[in-house]
């Protein structure tokens, strides 16, 4: 039967979830845990058809859990809640495979995202895609997060993406600085990427433009 | 039927409880309201017989709606939800005007304990509504910084400081530090405020812990 990892830091809210989702027993399994550290061991023990994740949590956020889904069980899909809706997100996250659901959602709506996630890993015979690197780079902007994203090419190239409260600041690329490396970023082909703690030392800001026109430059639209 | 008051800033926790709550209908009747502000509000205007309340909500939160409902309506019993359930706060339980839940709860859970609450009414020897002890261990609980004050009739004013929920000074009349607090967790009646700690810096007067020194006052209260 199909499991589905649920990972929040809110002890009610997993409770919740995990006594609405208990009539559907008889379609998939649910586990609960509260960080993104428990939800990486889990995921080393057992498989599971689909995660749905908090991003804010505290020690091991979301996107460090979102990143390594990315490296290590890329083809898993995912469902991420968030407090930080904006309009117009859910279709673009839903262009970059992740799809997201806004706090607070009713509960049909949660098990309906599920059931229709599972079908459709059917259907496409687990050729669904999990987490892209643009649909993690779009939720450290969404949840204005301050940190530094590895991007690793599959030839071993990398360089760095730092975002500054959700804010792009500045890209580094071998010799390259600010626009020019963040599109080079972009532009990888195969890149998977890691989330790192934003270092101490002050980062200058010198790409101006927002991620979205980068990565409309870097897909060539 | 009887009217509970459920105070939560938590959207999905007031729709699930909406939600299950359905086929509570025959046992009691509910008003949900989002924050402290809004609470005070229905306390206004409507007949409250139980208010279950959370503790961390914006604007007025929990301590400062449990402040307002034991000043103005101390004969209203209360069921706090707190995610930080102590095990000395647990010792109050079924004794108090104040009882808790901790989260997380089912929303049968909830719907018991509030029936066995309607159910009981008010406890015995409870007029004094919730006591200053309940408050300070809340205010421990919640980690908070804050200014408690207390007035009693025939007392002089007294405070309590609390810096991220470590009490670090307690003043009454010329009383200081843990004298002071000793004898205002001795009194009983007392009308509590919350007042926005001031900006100046409050020496530390007290480093006992909380739990010692409400033993202390117990002790010395049996010694007469």
Known sequence: MDKVLIVDDDAQLLLILTEALGKYSGKFKVMTVRDGLAAIKA???????????????????????????????????????T?????????????????????????????EAIISHLDQHIMLGGTLTGVSVTGFLRLVEMECITCLCEIKSADGEKGYLFFNGGALYNAFYGELRGE???IRLL????????YKKPPQKKINRQIKRDLSALLAEAEGV | MDNVLIVDDSEMLMNYLEESFARYRDKFAYF??????????????????????DL????????????????????????????????????????????????????????????AAL??????????????????????????TCLFEVETSGNPKGFFYFKGGELHHAVCGDLKGVEAAIKMIQIENTTINFRKPPGRKIPRGIHMKLTALILEAARRKDEG
């Open chain 2, 119 to 144: 159910k009981r009414g008010l406890p015995e020897g409870s007029l004094s509504g919730i006591s200053i002890m309940n408050f300070l261990q809340m205010i421990e609980m919640e980690q908070k």
């Open chain 2, 56 to 115: 961390q909500m914006p604007r007025i939160d929990g301590l400062g709606l449990l402040a307002y409902t034991n000043r103005y309506h101390p004969h209203i019993p209360c069921i706090v939800m707190s995610a930080h359930g102590t095990p000395s706060i647990k010792q109050t339980l079924h004794k108090d005007i104040l009882q808790f839940i901790e989260k997380p709860f089912t929303a049968e859970a909830l719907a018991k304990a509030i029936m």
């Open chain 1, 43 to 81: 995921m080393q023990k057992e498989h599971f058809s689909l995660v749905v994740t908090d991003i804010q949590m505290p020690r091991v956020n979301g996107l460090v859990l979102l990143a390594y889904m990315a490296r290590n069980f890329p083809e898993t899909p995912c469902i991420v809640m």
């Open chain 2, 32 to 53: 949900l309201a989002k924050d402290g502000l809004e609470a005070i509000e229905i306390l206004k205007n409507e007949t409250i017989a139980l208010l279950v309340t």
């Open chain 1, 83 to 111: 407090g930080y809706g904006t309009p117009g997100l859910e279709k673009r996250l839903a262009r970059d495979s992740l799809y997201y659901m806004a706090k607070p959602f009713k509960l049909s709506e949660m098990a």
């Open chain 1, 187 to 194: 532009k990888m082909n195969g890149a998977t990427i890691r």
């Open chain 1, 180 to 182: 020019d490396a963040a």
